[in-house]
């Protein structure tokens, strides 16, 4: 009836994927901060801005779904 994702997971796991997170946040921050923000890249014009800020958005998303899955299959 329980499968054997209900087991607790190793301290450093944790610690890794607690990082991992934070890493996500801060990356995806980053990117709004690259679009919304005038003062940074400010020699951009606003397109390229918002194609930028886009990619590291992506690349945010891409890594957590990365440390997701690789979680999955370690279980």
């Known amino acids: 009836m329980f499968t ?3 087991k607790q997971k190793s301290p ?3 610690f ?6 934070v890493v996500f ?8 901060m690259v679009i919304f ?3 940074l890249f400010s020699n ?8 930028f800020g886009s ?3 992506l690349y945010a998303v891409l890594r957590i779904s990365r440390i997701f899955k690789k ?3 370690q279980v």
């Open 12 to 14: 450093s796991r944790r």
């Open 37 to 39: 923000d005038d003062k």
């Open 25 to 32: 946040i801060a990356i995806f921050a980053w990117g709004l």
């Open 71 to 73: 979680n999955n299959d």
């Open 4 to 6: 054997d994702n209900n």
């Open 55 to 57: 990619l590291i958005i």
């Open 16 to 21: 890794l994927l607690i990082l991992g997170a």
């Open 44 to 51: 951009l014009p606003k397109t390229q801005k918002v194609l």
